[in-house]
């Protein structure tokens, strides 16, 4: 399948040249023969004949050594205007000539030959070279389809398609193509043929030769990959040279598809572990959580029924109270995982009502009171703050889980303070904490799911913030965790804005 | 034998039956149980009883049905039973007739304190002139608010919130009913005027504004009225 841009038999043409080009020469170089000499016109030839050999074949050159020392001998050896010689010398020059002539002319277009091949090895060697760099460079099997796509429709002139065989070896019907081209029903048949016999088929094979397209299966290690198909766009066969580059090509596109195959599965395999790795560590997190307050509540009750050796009642103002207590840890562990399921499915539908802002404040120190006893708490909330439009409920749920995390991760009787001041186009409502404070590089972690700060104690479920962010951000607002200064941590809530209440 | 006013509990868990039943029997109140919505309703009927706890979790009807044949067919008072995070419902129910609400898990002294002001509201008692509580008193009469004695100056707006708040002791009122009553029914979504007046009227009464004693949120619904 070289490339040939001449339209007619390219043999015909070249005769004609050959054969034009030496009379036209040999006519030009009539009239100063008589001022050279006729034997340097035969030198003239020559030349001509051999600067032929540069670009003609063969059999033209030799046709334009002959042509030449007939033109030669007709034009301007004595007696002119026939073939015949007069002078012994004469003869002997033509005879000559004629072979220097086939001679030069022949290694001429041997040097030419060679320099064709090697200027076409070049190519192929070009053409493998930029494929394989393509091929190094793509990132997923897509990418390797692109490359092959491009090279081989360049390269060979041809369309190409790759239909890529299941993981577990097996080729779906209709199996999954990528390509350049659609093959048809009768083309599947030869392709599946090539993948479950390892074998090529189509044109110019043993089986199925009487399509278009070529069939070449993509082996892997252990079962096939895959099939190649090539279909030519014009209908030319693929030379001998051609051919074993094609092979090549194959061989290269194969090994990058393999290799695409095992980074995808190598990649799904570690996704997964680390999935089973998360789910574990939330699956035992949970479980602690839920099971260490059902501990007390059952201990507790044990207690309550037992009867002690010495016959003394057991103590049950504490003993229900730690019933009490534990059970009410436990609700609010549900109540987080509940909050957590909502905001993972995206089920949060804002039902939004004009709030008021210290209304919520209050709420939220109320729903988390037992957390909070213990710490004196402040509440600065100025007078003139406007009313936010939001879901009541789960602004409070936010605010409170902010307290809860300040309560829980700050000593006993530390201070806790409740700061809100509106802007020019939000409202900020800060919880103010004097405790040991929070890693720098910790600072944005502690919004994730199930965070633990290396080093605190564990307990609760790693949920409040993430929730309290969730929340907020379903409200279009932020919330930011800093240090202060002073010492403590200052977690930030900013609310926008956006109408104000008309009362 | 208990002699005190007959409570019928709609609600499927048994284990809520059984609580409500150690709750409400020592106190003297005679309890009737049903186990799903239509027993409920017609229990309603059969027993006459002067309240009824419906749990909003049903497995046959919506609570809200419930609530709406029970309505059909008597003014009996409705206490609802309900989730958190279902401030939805709770307000639907208290909109179609349903006198307040507890969220499960409920305090058991916030159950009967509920189950009282809803009896007593039953009760009207409408010859109380001046109502007192702690430093604040209210002379229904004169249109006279005093706090610790001092005359608080209050709009005619924020007068009529107040005695209607005094009107309702203990019982929640959602902002809908407030709004209808205060400031008529084309003002019902109007949400921002009930926080707003609120607000003012927490100022103007309260010991500290941003810990109400008297006016207390109920988060979500609307506002409780809470006595000493």
């Known amino acids: ?503 | 034998m208990n002699t005190g006013p007959i409570i019928l509990i709609i609600d499927d868990e048994a284990p809520i039956r059984r609580l409500l039943e150690m709750t409400l029997e020592p106190p003297g109140y005679r309890v009737r149980s049903a186990v799903n919505g239509r027993e409920g309703v017609s229990m309603s009927g059969t027993e006459r009883p002067e309240l009824i706890i419906l749990d909003l979790g049903l497995p046959d009807m919506d609570g809200l049905e419930v609530l709406r044949e029970i309505r059909k067919q008597s003014k009996t008072p409705v206490i609802i039973l309900s989730v958190r995070n279902a401030e939805a419902d709770i307000v639907d129910c208290l909109n179609e007739g349903a006198d307040d609400y507890l969220v499960k898990p409920f305090r058991t002294k916030e159950l009967l304190a509920r189950i009282q002001t809803a009896l007593r509201h039953k009760r009207p008692d409408q010859t109380t002139k001046v109502f007192t509580s702690g430093d604040l008193s209210v002379d229904l009469a004169g249109r006279v608010v005093r706090k610790n004695g001092t005359v608080v100056k209050l709009t005619a707006t924020e007068y009529s919130l107040l005695a209607l708040f005094v009107h309702n002791p203990g019982r929640v009122l959602t902002h809908r009913h407030i709004l209808e009553t205060i400031w008529g029914p084309t003002f019902v979504e109007e949400t921002q005027y009930t926080r707003v007046y609120i607000g003012q009227l927490r100022k103007k009464i309260e010991d500290d504004p941003t810990n109400p004693k008297w006016i207390v949120t109920a988060s979500g619904v609307g506002y409780r009225f809470q006595m000493e």
């Not at chain 1, 070289?2 to 030009?28: H, Q």
């Not at chain 1, 010689?85 to 004469?90: A, E, P, R, T, V």
């Not at chain 1, 019907?173 to 048809?184: K, L």
């Not at chain 1, 936010?398 to 409740?418: F, S």
């Open chain 1, 1 to 503: 399948m070289t490339r040939n841009p001449l339209r007619f038999p390219s043999a015909i043409i070249e005769y004609g040249i050959a054969v034009t080009v030496v009379i036209g020469v040999a006519l030009l170089c009539y009239p100063i023969s008589s001022t050279v000499g006729y034997r340097s016109v035969s030198l003239i030839l020559l030349l001509v004949t051999a600067l032929l050999a540069l670009k003609l074949s063969r059999g033209p050159v030799l046709a334009a050594s002959i042509v030449a020392a007939l033109a030669w001998n007709y034009l301007f050896i004595p007696p002119l205007f026939t073939f015949t010689m007069g002078h012994l010398d004469d003869a002997v020059m033509f005879a000559a000539f004629i072979l220097v002539a086939a001679v030069t002319g022949n290694l001429t277009a041997r040097i030419r030959e060679r320099e064709l091949l090697v200027i076409e090895r070049e190519k192929r060697t070009a053409a493998l070279f930029a494929l394989t760099k393509d091929l190094s460079s793509a990132r997923s099997q897509d990418d390797v389809v692109h490359a092959a796509i491009n090279h081989v429709g360049s390269v060979f002139g041809a369309d190409v398609c790759v239909l890529v065989g299941e993981p577990d070896g097996d080729m779906k019907a209709p199996p999954r193509v990528t390509g350049s081209w659609e093959p048809q029903d009768h083309e599947l048949e030869a392709a599946a043929w090539s993948y479950w016999n390892e074998r090529s088929s189509g044109r110019n094979c043993a089986d199925f030769p009487d399509i278009l397209a070529t069939f070449n299966p993509i082996s892997g290690p252990r079962y096939p990959l895959g099939v190649i198909g090539i279909r030519p766009r014009a209908d030319a066969v693929l030379a001998v040279e051609q051919r074993s580059l094609m092979d090549n090509f194959i061989a290269q596109i194969a090994s990058a598809i393999e290799r695409e195959m095992l980074n995808e599965l190598t990649k799904r395999a570690s996704v997964l572990a680390e999935t089973e790795r998360l789910y574990n560590t939330v699956l035992n997190s949970i479980s602690h959580e839920l099971r260490t307050p059902i501990a007390a509540i059952l201990g507790a009750a044990e207690n309550l029924d037992a009867v002690h050796e010495d016959g003394k009642s057991p103590p049950t103002k504490m003993l229900t109270e730690e019933i009490h207590t534990a059970a009410q840890r436990l609700n609010r562990v549900i109540s987080n995982l509940l909050d957590m399921s909502r905001l993972e499915s995206g089920t949060i539908r804002l039902r939004t009502d004009w709030c008021d802002v210290r209304d919520l404040v209050q709420a939220s120190v109320r729903a988390s009171s037992q957390e909070l006893h213990g710490h004196p708490l402040s509440i600065d909330c100025r007078e003139d703050i406007p009313l936010i439009r939001g879901a009541f409920g789960l602004l409070e749920q936010a605010v409170a889980n902010l307290l809860v995390n300040a309560a829980v991760h700050t000593p006993p009787h530390t201070p806790i303070a409740v700061v809100v001041h509106a802007g020019a186009d939000n409202v900020t409502i800060s919880v103010i904490d004097e405790g040991p404070g929070i890693a720098a590089n910790a600072l944005n972690h502690i919004f994730e799911k199930f965070y633990r700060v290396a080093g605190t104690p564990s307990g609760g479920t790693g949920l409040g913030l993430p929730i309290a962010r969730g929340f907020i951000e379903a409200h279009h607002g932020t919330v930011t965790a800093s240090n202060r200064d002073s010492g403590g941590t200052e977690m930030t809530i900013v609310l926008p804005v956006r109408e104000k209440a008309s009362a």
